[in-house]
């Protein structure tokens, strides 16, 4: 079974950073594209960028330059630095491989507030 455990989100000012993290279990880790996603109340799960096996990442345009995706396969753990937050990336995040995507983990709570 796979397991997806979300890290690092909390309470945030406006320009301020935070780093997410995401523990992935029952897989082998390396061998899979890890995507990032995050979900506001009434509203579909928005993927936000992935990055390859071999560490290559991809963005989608809502990222706009800010986040930034990594990852460590020797601990199968997936980043998400993520600059400049503003209050409209407030929201709950979550990771997930991307092709065939599995049970939704918690997630967990960004918020950008002053």
């Known amino acids: 079974q796979v397991q997806l455990v979300e890290s690092g989100g909390g309470l945030v000012l406006p320009g301020g950073s935070l780093r997410l993290s995401c523990g992935v279990s029952g897989i082998t880790f390396s061998g899979y594209i890890i995507g990032w996603y995050r979900q506001v109340p009434g509203k579909q799960h928005e993927l936000l960028g992935s990055?390859?096996?071999?560490?290559?990442?991809a963005y989608e345009d809502s990222v706009k330059g800010r986040f930034t995706i990594s990852r460590d396969n020797a601990k199968s753990t997936v980043y998400l630095q993520m600059n400049n937050l503003k209050p409209e990336d407030t929201a709950v995040y979550y990771c997930?491989?991307?092709?065939?995507?599995?049970?939704w983990g918690r997630g967990t709570q960004v918020t950008v507030s002053s």
């Open positions: 990055i390859s096996p071999g560490g290559t990442p």
């Open positions: 997930n491989t991307k092709i065939v995507r599995r049970s």
